[in-house]
């Protein structure tokens, strides 16, 4: 299946479930092409779960949904090695983690020991239980749904964590016209109980492997390379961009064009893609907090300050 009808397939798909998202759906887009993994985080009620429920239905694959508890513990996830009295042996069960998509909701109600048990599932692929590898299908995608406004209960995913997810999204409220279609759609019957596959997993791994082959110009390389530095060394971030979200943005920006239907990148696409790739990886010096500066705002400040060629920077 071309790249382009797959993506045009999904998106109408999803479009049917979830009202006027279109920059968000794409997201998710890139993120599934790129075999990363999605932070989608925003006040309760926005969509958050029944966007995820929308994109696994429409894989059709494996999936499995996870709800976070104070109470779930790692071999709830990963899967647990268990006795077989008949014939005197371990046999392993395998947990949630073995899905091509899985939903963990409200990822930060679950401990700090649990949420570990998922570092080792979304770096590597693969699951170590009782000093057993196993591997995780393929694909493989973790949506991780949060509540940043209600803390309570709650457990900050640690910096390791975050620099694993590929992209964060807010889906923020939807306008006056949206809502008044939501009403409509929702009337009698959601959506999200009438959408059916309309790709299947092989599909997505046929894709992910030749976008890599998008044309990207060195000046394009230099300008992610700058950009990711830049927040390094900026004076209010205590904790700047990771060489994984060097590359993390790289290869979002190819899989954004692909989607797009181009055969290379534009520097538009960096701009666009830097603040979702780069924002949840960054963390803040305290009194930068306190000023009511947010990594959002750096990241947009940065783009605006960094030049697109060497030469021009080297000139100023």
Known sequence: MDLIILTQKVRSNISSVIVGKADSIDLLLVALICEGHVLIEDVPGVGKT????????????????????????????????????????FHFRPGPLFVNILLADEINRATPRTQSALLEAMGERQVTVDGI?????????????????????????????????????????????????????????????????VVQPEDILKWTTQVWDINVDQTIRDYVINLVNATRNHPDILLGG?????????????????????????????????????????????????????????????????????????EN
């Open 50 to 89: 029944m966007l995820a429920r929308a994109l696994a239905i429409s894989l059709g694959g494996l999936f499995k949904r996870l709800q976070c508890t104070p109470d779930l513990l790692p071999n709830d996830i990963t899967g647990v090695s268990i006795y077989n009295q008949a014939d005197q042996d």
């Open 133 to 197: 590898t196993y591997p995780l299908p393929k694909p493989f995608m973790v949506l991780a749904t949060q509540n940043p406004v209600e803390y309570e209960g709650t457990f900050p995913l640690p910096e390791a964590q975050l620099d694993r997810f590929l992209l964060k999204v807010d889906l923020g409220y939807p306008t006056h016209a949206e809502e008044k279609q939501i009403l409509q759609r929702l009337e009698r019957q959601h959506p999200i109980e009438i959408i059916e596959p």
């Open 242 to 314: 990771s060489p994984r979200g060097t590359l993390s943005l790289f290869k979002a920006c190819q899989a954004y064009a692909a989607i797009h239907n181009r055969d290379h990148v534009l520097p538009d696409d960096v701009k666009y893609l830097a603040v979702p790739v780069l924002s949840h990886r960054l963390l803040l010096k305290p009194e930068a907090e306190l000023r009511g500066i947010t990594c959002v705002n750096i990241i947009e400040r940065i783009i605006e300050t960094t030049p697109l060629n060497l030469k021009d920077q080297d």
